[in-house]
């Protein structure tokens, strides 16, 4: 996809809509020049931050030096790498001279880097070192895979590939600068690929357009100090920290705090202590599960204290839900719970500034959603697709909230249900189409633009949405019952001995499930109910007390379900479910088939086949 001749993009829009990536970095460079932008630690332990103005000569040079390897408009260039400099700064330098950048995630395996290789054509990728270059490099020679050059942020000795460490020591030819920033609205301004739960990943082509109608919608309903803090630590291939971490902090002159590592994030939000934070269920549900853990040691008098501030916490968030103002006598009652209870508790994790906090991606359970408003975080749930360039639907502390529900639609986003419960949507952020190997773009609207997402929920009466599952994951038993599995698996993960639940039973006349003790949770209950199993979830898995407690757990569940959606029998798993082991994709989702298959037997078993 090359593009028409370009002229200098110094000029602002003519409107919001108009606005491009490069043209925000201009005006942040020239309004904003001395605000941090992005600051990242290095491997001594020492942070370091680039200023707007900074980061805006950074990318010049940086294009610079992919201009001199041929990159050009219209051109794919892949990325993978952590959340890092050389990435962030990469991604906004392509964009300033037209190309396209490509992030892919660091746990693709082999086959779907070729699958992306081949459809976006890309000739150059930029890797992290030596362990991505060994999957990398074979493309090289692969008569099907145009790629030619590999980048490398950490060469190896031999010194095989272009160090990425030569691009900055490009020289910026004077006339250079005329060709940068000359983007249109309707360009492509990314290829973000899905993560593959059901199939190979599809490019999903999103334009400048896209990008910038969604941080006008997002800005709406939102409230955020200004030049907010932003940690950045979910991987930019998935479409969440795209916006997040690269897209709004351009729109909205923010400071990024990029964590290379997730298993970080928390020292860094404890330094940062941000306005905003954004995490996918499974995030929420872990730092929820650490919490409680903490909690259950901690005295009983202790804890009911702690008990008695949620108590006060959630009913203030129930007036708020219902768009009520709560009573004098409870707000003083919460104000005095919140500064001498909650907000100790909270900061203890750096979550005491937290005015937006944030879902998307799957259903959020309920019991995680209740538990955080306990401490007066009222975790705003939102809804979307990549397709969607992220957040369609999004409850609001501005606009109204249900708890439970993805929200109402953003901007001039519209959602309908299709007869057979189907979410449909159209908009200015719904994408282009997905990417053909030849570099055109295959639509996937209908004639009126409506995008069918895959996904079952309902409307209610005030406009909220309500998810129920996917649609291709829907179980239809063998007496012909749909059962979301999504419902039954959060209602099993009520229970904090319980971390993971996946619910199979198509074609089957009764539901079974495969559970995944908690890591962190499970040890704290044992350690409080006086259980000692030896060390890790095998022994505990094994000890007849917690396996009559997760007796307990299943009895309950299935007490607050439909006889349809009942579990009658489980295998109880030892090793968590990761994006490392394949049952989760990079944004932490349950691949489904992968589990079903690697515990086929244990599946099998559960119905005496």
């Known amino acids: 996809m090359t593009s028409a001749p370009r002229t200098s993009g110094d000029q ?51 294009a610079a030096g992919y201009a001199a390897l041929g990159v050009g408009g219209g051109d794919h260039v892949l990325l993978m790498m952590a959340n890092r400099p050389e990435h962030w700064l990469s991604d906004l330098a392509l964009v300033r001279i037209g190309a396209v950048p490509v992030s892919v995630y660091g746990t693709a395996a082999p086959e779907q880097i070729t699958h992306i290789a081949r459809n976006c054509r890309a ?28 980048v490398v942020v950490e060469p190896d000795q031999e010194g095989a590939h272009l160090a990425y460490a030569a691009l900055q020591d490009e020289p910026v030819p004077e006339e250079f600068g ?42 709406a309903v939102v409230e955020l100090p200004p030049h907010v803090d932003h940690i950045c630590y979910l991987p930019f291939a998935h479409i ?12 909205r002159a923010s400071h990024v705090h990029l964590c290379a590592d997730p298993a970080g994030v928390g020292d860094i939000v404890r330094r940062v202590r941000p306005a905003q934070f954004f995490g996918v269920p499974r995030v929420w549900e872990k730092l929820a599960a650490t919490v409680r853990a903490v909690l259950s040691l901690m005295p009983p008098e202790q ?18 839900e219902r768009g009520k103002t709560p009573p004098p006598e409870l707000q003083e009652r919460y104000d005095r719970c919140r500064a001498e209870v909650l907000l100790p508790l ?9 005015t937006w906090a944030a879902s998307a991606s799957a259903p959020m359970p309920l019991d995680v959603v209740r538990f955080w408003a306990g401490f007066g975080i009222v975790i705003m749930d939102a809804w979307g697709l990549t397709e969607t360039t992220g957040v369609a639907t999004t409850n609001s502390l ?18 309908r249900i299709a007869a057979d419960g189907e979410i449909e949507v159209r908009g200015p952020s719904v994408f282009s189409g997905y990417l053909r190997e030849d570099g055109s773009v295959r639509p996937a609207v209908d004639a009126d633009g409506w995008l069918a997402t895959g996904d079952i929920g309902r409307l209610d009466e005030d406009g909220y949405l309500w998810l129920t599952d996917r649609k291709k994951e829907m179980v239809i038993t063998s007496t012909g019952k749909n059962v979301s599995p999504a419902l039954v698996e959060n209602a099993l993960k009520e229970h904090p001995l319980i971390g993971q639940a996946l619910v199979h039973g198509d074609n089957r006349s009764y539901l079974v499930a495969l559970l995944v003790l908690d890591p962190e949770a499970a040890p704290a209950w044992a350690t409080a109910h006086g259980v000692e199993a030896g060390t890790g979830l095998t022994g505990l898995a094994a000890h007849p007390v917690v396996r009559a407690e997760v007796d307990r757990a299943v009895a309950a569940a299935n007490s607050r379900l439909n006889r349809t959606e009942q579990v009658k029998r489980y295998r109880l798993l030892t090793e968590e479910w990761g994006p490392a082991t394949g ?20 599946l099998a078993a559960l119905y005496g086949d």
Request: neutral net charge; glycine residues 8%.
């Open 346 to 354: 909270l900061a203890a994790g750096g979550l005491e500034r937290v």
């Open 178 to 219: 005329k060709a940068l920033d000359a983007a249109r609205p309707d360009d492509s301004l990314t290829v973000v690929y899905t993560s593959g739960t059901t199939g190979e990943p599809k490019g999903v082509v999103l334009t400048h357009r896209h990008v910038l109608a969604n941080a006008l919608a997002l800005d």
């Open 303 to 320: 804890r009911q204290v702690i008990d008695d501030a949620a108590e006060v916490a959630r009913e203030h968030v129930g007036y708020r």
């Open 240 to 251: 969440a920290e795209r916006m997040l971490g690269i897209y709004l902090p351009c729109h």
């Open 12 to 62: 602002q829009p003519a409107t919001p809509a108009d606005a491009t990536l490069p043209l925000l970095l201009t005006r942040n460079a020239r309004d904003y020049p001395g605000l941090p932008a992005v600051s990242w630690r290095q491997p001594d332990g020492e942070w370091t931050t680039r200023t707007w103005a900074q980061v805006h000569k950074d990318t010049a040079r940086l």
């Open 583 to 602: 049952e989760l994709t990079p944004s932490l989702k349950m691949r489904r088939r992968i589990i079903r298959d690697k515990y086929g037997a244990d």
């Open 123 to 150: 000739r150059v990728a930029v890797v992290e070192g030596a362990a991505q270059v060994a999957v990398w490099a074979p493309l090289l020679d692969d008569p099907g895979t145009p790629l030619e050059r590999l």
């Open 398 to 415: 501005r606009t109204g909230f249900r708890l439970g529900s993805v929200g109402r639609p953003v901007g001039e986003v519209e959602v």
